[in-house]
């Protein structure tokens, strides 16, 4: 199956791990085509004295964002971090310590930007910006899926996440980028999503799965796209339109938006959810990616925006859309002022889709039969972005709570995995960051490593046989790697495949079954 | 890279799908699932016609969805299920049939 071993069980969890020096120092992504740097403003090959335009904007990087410069500053090597990322667990480099990775970059910052650097270099262990290191950083910048886990156990919160999106962005700068993040950009900036699905496939493939949940239920659900006057804006990741489980959450969402009542819309323009320019640092990107959805909300005139099941799309939303959109408070643009005066405050601007199910189900206007979800036993995987990178509802946890509320909802059989494997500790899929491409397999499967073995533990103990995400990139890194550690594909679902299979609408034909009993 | 087709060279990128759609043959077909080890059989070939005529409608692969819908359409409804594609396509109908139909690999979160 792979040319790869993949990593046993520890004995127990945290169990130590015998280092093996450059395991992983042969990965490496493919590397952007020219087309795919030029069309993000990035020059297309590596230029001419690229050392010196690294080093330059380094500078400009340093002097930009002040947490850069005191991550490269604050590292006391307290020893905190070095086992706590699920790549060095399952591959035992210990270049995939957080603290070696900051090293990469941290020991450039010291030669060019320090006084002791500059005149003894190694005393500090400072290095010359050479070929050697962007090979390095090039491997090993793209063995972080920026998960932030490590930062968690940080006694200064140095973000390693942050580095390696500073890596990249430099790396970007001077011609040496990564195919997938890079070329998906350009499809998104282009066509509007990732996946690069136009307008007609898309909509012919959304009354596919109409037709689907009328086969179904006996009414008409309707996912409507590019409705002008509709009340809602769903951003999802374009995912939910093609891949497996994510079809099964969109045709979730769509059931309980008809349930509800509400007047919904997708948008053909900002048919995606997802925003990889965080993955490569790039605000410049970050703002034309973001500006399309602020575009389709004012074109279509909707009062509210839910976001779908996407992980680091919620942080975008929920962290970046203000200022650099006007979607939430801040903007200060004639476009993001005229995008404040249409939405409806009295909403959370944007919302989650679990906070808004999470208050219908608070106010009891959906039903549920919970027997349909019998034959399942849940547990739930916290997405990186969601858990450490954004929140949800009006108090400190609640993106750990409403998302399991909602499951608990429906499913009657739960539980949860390791306390330290979850909410705010919880381990990356292995594939998030910029890191789902074929070319990195073999990292995804042994980054998966804790997450399979907290997973394993719960199937053994309460026998779990479905994993829940609310994230498109957990759901298809799950969906390949479950295999590998001898799981069955399908036994990652979307949270909303949960709700879909336990929701009785009103007028359906499991209403009516249900009431004859 | 490239692969050599009846003494003519069509162009593949890093993972072995063509640049150039216009370029497929069904022998390239062969020869595109022989570097994946897919034997091609007459339920093979239904699965790549089906995937060609819908890219040139909607210049994009379809759903995995879509696809078995419509092979259950078909070809009865015992075939329309993804075990059925994966049976003949073991690392995913979407990327691995889309090579060896020649098309572009489908990107993004799946």
Redesign the interface.
């Known amino acids: 199956m792979a040319d790869f071993q993949v990593p046993e069980y520890r004995e127990y969890p945290g169990a130590p791990i015998p280092l093996q020096e450059g395991a992983t120092a042969h990965l490496k992504p493919f590397l952007a085509k020219p087309n795919h740097q030029e069309q993000l403003g990035f020059p297309g090959e590596l230029v001419e004295n690229w050392e010196e335009k690294a080093i330059a904007k380094m500078g400009d990087l340093l002097n930009r964002y002040r947490s850069l410069r005191v991550y490269m500053d604050a590292c006391v090597k307290c020893g905190s971090c070095t086992d706590k990322c699920h790549y060095f667990q399952g591959t035992a480099d210990p270049k995939n310590m957080p603290v070696a990775r900051q090293d990469l970059m941290r020991s450039v910052y010291r030669r060019y930007f320090t006084l002791a650097g500059k005149y003894f270099p190694k005393l500090v262990g400072a290095r010359d910006m050479t070929r050697e290191v962007l090979d390095e950083w090039y491997s090993y910048f793209h063995q972080c899926s920026q998960c932030r886990r490590c930062s968690v156990f940080c006694p200064y919160g140095i973000d390693t996440a942050e580095i390696s999106m500073a890596a990249r962005e430099i790396m970007d700068s001077i011609g040496y980028g990564q195919k997938y993040c890079n070329e998906i950009l350009g499809k998104l900036q282009t066509i509007g999503n990732n996946l690069g699905l136009p307008g007609k496939a898309l909509e012919s493939t959304l009354g596919e799965f109409e037709e689907e949940i009328e086969e179904d239920t006996g009414l008409p659900v309707k996912i409507p796209i590019d409705k002008v006057g509709a009340d809602i804006l769903l951003i999802t990741p374009s995912a939910d339109f093609f891949a497996e489980p994510h079809i099964d959450g969109l045709m979730g969402y769509a059931k309980v938006f008809h349930e509800a009542g509400v007047n919904w819309t997708l948008s053909s323009y900002a048919s995606e959810a997802a925003n990889f320019s965080m993955f490569i640092g790039s605000y410049d990107n970050l703002k034309v990616v973001a500006e399309r959805i602020r575009k389709a909300a004012l074109d279509l005139g909707v009062k509210r925006i839910i976001v779908g099941e996407c992980g680091h799309a919620w942080r975008v939303a929920y962290s970046f859309w203000n200022t650099t959109a006007g979607i939430g408070s801040g903007g200060d643009e004639p476009y993001a002022q005229a995008l404040q005066k249409q939405l409806d405050h009295n909403y959370p601007i944007p919302q989650h889709i679990c906070e808004f199910i999470w208050d219908l189900i608070q106010k009891g206007k959906l039903r549920f039969d919970k027997s349909q979800t019998d034959w399942r036993t849940v547990t739930f995987h916290d997405s990186c972005n969601v858990a450490r990178g954004s929140r949800m509802g009006n108090y400190p946890g609640g993106q750990f709570d409403i998302p399991r509320n909602v499951i608990k909802a429906v499913c009657n059989n739960y539980y949860d995995m390791d306390p330290d494997t979850i909410k705010e500790k919880t381990y990356c899929c292995g594939g998030g960051g910029g890191l789902l491409t074929d070319d990195l397999m073999e990292i995804r499967v042994k980054g998966a490593l804790p997450r399979m073995e907290a997973l394993n533990e719960v199937v053994k103990d309460h026998g779990v046989t479905h994993l829940a995400a609310i994230c498109a990139i957990c759901k298809a890194q799950f969906a390949k790697i479950l295999p590998y550690y001898k799981f069955p594909m399908d036994m990652i679902v979307s949270t909303h495949q949960l709700v879909s299979e336990a929701l009785v609408m009103t007028g359906s034909t499991q209403e009516e079954e249900l009431d004859e009993e | 890279m490239a692969l050599n087709i009846n003494g003519k060279e069509l162009e593949t990128d890093?993972?072995g799908y063509l640049l150039n759609l216009n370029e497929w043959t069904r022998d390239a077909a062969v020869e595109l699932a022989k570097s994946e080890s897919v034997e091609m059989t007459e339920s093979h070939w239904e699965v790549i016609d089906f995937l060609r005529e819908y890219y040139d409608e909607?210049?994009?692969a379809?759903?995995?969805?879509?696809l078995t819908?419509a092979i259950g359409k078909k070809l009865g409804k015992e075939k329309g299920n993804?075990k059925y594609l994966y049976e003949l396509f073991p690392y995913?109908p979407?990327?691995q049939a889309c090579k060896i139909a020649g098309l572009p690999k489908?990107?993004?979160?799946?």
């Open positions: 890093e993972e909607y210049q994009i379809p759903a995995v969805r879509v819908k993804s995913g979407a990327k489908p990107t993004g979160c799946i």
